[in-house]
């Protein structure tokens, strides 16, 4: 695996989890839309600009809850008020961004956090779209320290961008005090964190006196419950800042020394960062296949819609199919209109029983009846009634159908007129059925152009041959009762035995199969025309119907890459190193100098041989390796000696380290 290729993997994964779509109002629906928001911020603001570019500072991002000491620590650890703390709760409304100067390239433009507009100088607007950099040379290059807004105060923005700027961190300095330390809000970001296995070190703020055998130990033990066994804990007594709102030296010294320890080894900084980076992405691999199933369950209800409506509109094809020639219309007007025209029902009697002697009789009742338009418009208008009643009644299944599913409800929502048939259907479907009767009077007439019909049917004419063989399709005694059936069987035969007579018992079959194949196909066409308006309503979401394949490829791709390890670039050259500056002693308060001589001098030679050991520039270094060295070298005792392991209360035992000089006495 390269760099390259994991790179390529993510921004894969980023492009599938924006593609996906999450139209339909399902349960996996929301919180997936939110998974593939936070998603692809943490994409953009972290993972993939820090992947690039592993070499760039370590942001530590200073979180907590409001008023619990953020921002008075921040200031205390670069020893001037670089971001204004407060008594109003939340105090911190945009975040600030404190690094050396050297640094400022790695954060002045839109690598991280590219949503943020950088300000500079001390004024802030307090506007939660900012990102204001304060560059302060006594801070060590390598390390930048984010001063960021509450995760708990009522106000929102406040809260989610302090979200945002945890998942853009390397390392999270969590800030909780002696009294709030129990908290629901905080204890669900630190699971979080843990759950992704982000490098995390908390500060115990001000911690009472009485309180410091008791509190340190019992925040140990919910850390060590939360998975945050490995975690630092500084302990900071409870001391009231100085007149320059400054904590005293000797509180916050133990946190100075951690930091700026893993600032001045590159390899230590480059293994905070892989832990939090790898445990980002398997944490996010895992959320994108939760948007991968909510995708999932997109096309599958989508399908539930769709045969819905298509059993709904089958129902109906059935249905009309079925009385278009059960008989059902030879009652009525259709059944009347036929007796109007070929005689009374005294002739039906004579006609059954003596079938085969009445044909030339018959014949010669049609030509004395040359109208048939009466039994054409009953027919048409009964056809029509049957195919509007169905087509109203398969809109009101595909209703019911839908108004069942919280989607199927929303979607109705919008189109309120499907649960009825077209309010132009009933036009369309007379149209349609007067093309067909002039379909069949074609087929008649065509089918009487040979000699030898052509003078029968002459004799019966078109009309009348033409509607006989429309009684035909439509007869049958199913659907019929009583009295109708012998009417209707009756009427039968005179018609089967007209048509039979102008064109023979074989071409009466075919004909009658053609018309009423025409028939059911027109039927089919006009029911296809309103069951297409269920369609265009689920076409119009969208859907892809891959479902969740592309993130689940996406998945595979960013696993697959992740399987060899990190393949770490060859090391970068420390950043420049900035002039050693003159200690000021300003009366009183705080100003240190650097003089970074780590190259030659590493702070922990035995953290600085165990990682330059695993690090070689083109070693592919494997994941579980990578984590285990990054938890040797994130115990405290690994990477700072002066810090106990255990809760570190006062002031450290043991002074900084001589190339972290400071000025001033060590306290106030
Ligand atoms: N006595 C005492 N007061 C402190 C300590 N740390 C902070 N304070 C005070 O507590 C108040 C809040 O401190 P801030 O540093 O603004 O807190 P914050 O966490 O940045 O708060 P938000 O910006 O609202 O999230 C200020 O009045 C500080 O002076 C401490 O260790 N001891
Ligand atoms: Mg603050």
Redesign the pocket.
């Known amino acids: 695996m390269t760099m390259v290729g994991l790179v390529g993997a993510l921004t894969g994964l980023r492009n599938a989890l924006r593609g996906t779509q999450l139209p339909l109002d399902l349960p996996l629906a929301k919180p997936a839309t939110d998974t593939v928001h936070q998603l692809t911020k943490q994409l953009d603001d972290y993972v993939l600009p820090r992947l690039q570019a592993i070499e760039a500072p370590l942001l530590v991002v200073v979180g907590?809850?409001?008023?619990?000491?953020?921002?008075?620590?921040?200031?205390s650890l670069v020893s001037r008020e670089v971001?204004?703390?407060?008594?109003?709760?939340?105090?911190?409304?945009s975040p600030v961004l404190v690094l050396n100067p050297a640094d400022e390239p790695w954060f002045s433009s839109a690598r991280v956090l590219p949503g943020l507009t950088r300000t500079f100088g001390p004024t802030a607007t307090g506007s939660p779209n900012q990102l204001r950099l304060v560059t302060d040379p006594s801070l060590p290059p390598g390390l930048a320290i984010l001063?960021?807004?509450?995760i708990d105060?009522i106000v929102e923005p406040?809260r989610v961008l302090a979200s945002q700027l945890m998942d853009a961190g390397d390392l999270w300095l969590f800030?909780t005090?002696a009294a709030r330390y129990g908290d629901a809000v905080p204890w669900r970001f630190l699971a979080d964190a843990a759950a992704r296995s982000a490098a995390v070190a908390i500060v115990l703020?001000?911690v009472p006196e009485a309180a410091q055998s008791v509190v340190p130990d019992d925040l140990r033990r919910l850390m060590t419950e939360g998975g945050l066994k490995e975690s630092p804990l500084f302990v900071?007594p409870?001391?009231?800042?100085g007149k320059d709102?400054l904590?005293p030296e000797a509180?916050i010294a133990p946190i100075r020394t951690w930091l700026g320890t893993l600032a001045a080894s590159s390899a230590s900084r480059r293994q905070v960062v892989l832990q939090t980076l790898d445990g980002a992405i398997t944490a996010l691999v895992g959320k994108a296949s939760q948007v991968a199933d909510a995708a999932d369950e997109q096309v599958a209800a989508y399908h539930r819609l769709e045969a819905d409506v298509i059993a709904a509109y089958r129902e109906a094809e059935r249905q009309v199919g079925a009385q278009a020639s059960d008989g059902s219309l030879l009652r009525g007007e259709v059944l009347a209109r036929w007796h109007e025209y070929v005689g009374t029902t005294a002739f039906f009697r004579v006609i059954d029983e003596k079938v085969s002697w009445l044909r030339d009789k018959i014949t010669a009742v049609f030509r004395q009846h040359p109208d048939a338009s009466g039994v054409k418009v009953a027919a048409e208008i009964g056809l029509q009634a049957l195919i509007v009643e169905a087509a109203e009644r398969a809109a009101e299944r595909a209703e019911a159908a839908w108004q069942a599913t919280a989607p199927g409800r929303a979607l109705l929502a919008t189109r309120p007129d499907l649960g009825r048939a077209s309010t132009t259907f009933a036009g369309v479907a007379d149209q349609s059925v007067a093309a067909w009767q002039a379909d069949v009077f074609g087929l008649v007439s065509q089918e009487g152009a040979g000699r030898r019909q052509k003078a029968r049917l002459a004799a019966a004419g078109v009309n009348g041959v033409g509607a006989c063989l429309m009684l035909v399709i439509f007869a049958s005694t199913g659907g019929l009762t009583g009295a109708e059936i012998g009417i209707a069987g009756g009427t039968t035969v005179v018609a089967q035995k007209l048509l039979e007579s102008v064109f023979g018992d074989e071409a009466v079959r075919r004909l009658a199969a053609t018309a009423k194949a025409n028939l059911i196909a027109r039927i089919d066409s006009l029911l296809a025309g309103e069951r297409a308006r269920y369609m265009v309503v689920l076409d119009g979401l969208g859907l892809a119907q891959e479902g969740g394949r592309p993130v689940d490829q996406a998945i595979d791709e960013v696993t697959t890459q992740r399987a060899g390890g990190y393949d770490i670039p060859p090391q970068e050259p420390e950043p420049p190193t900035p002039p050693v500056e003159k200690q000021v002693d300003d009366g009183g308060s705080m100003i240190y100098t650097h003089d970074y001589e780590i190259a030659g001098d590493p702070p922990m030679e035995e953290t600085t041989d165990l990682m330059e050991e695993a690090l070689q520039p083109t070693t592919a270094l494997p994941i579980s390796e990578a984590a285990a060295l990054a938890a040797t070298m994130f115990s405290a005792s690994a990477v700072a000696p002066s810090l106990p392991l255990t809760p570190n209360i006062g002031a450290p035992t043991e002074p900084p380290p001589a190339w972290l000089p400071r000025s001033g006495d060590g306290g106030q």
Do not use: F, Q
Not at 83 to 93: C, D, F, K, L, M
């Open positions: 907590g809850s409001t008023g619990a000491g953020k921002s008075t620590l921040v200031n971001s204004a703390p407060g008594v109003i709760r939340p105090t911190t409304r001063d960021a807004p509450d105060s406040n800030v005090s703020d001000r900071v409870e001391t009231k800042p709102g904590l509180g």
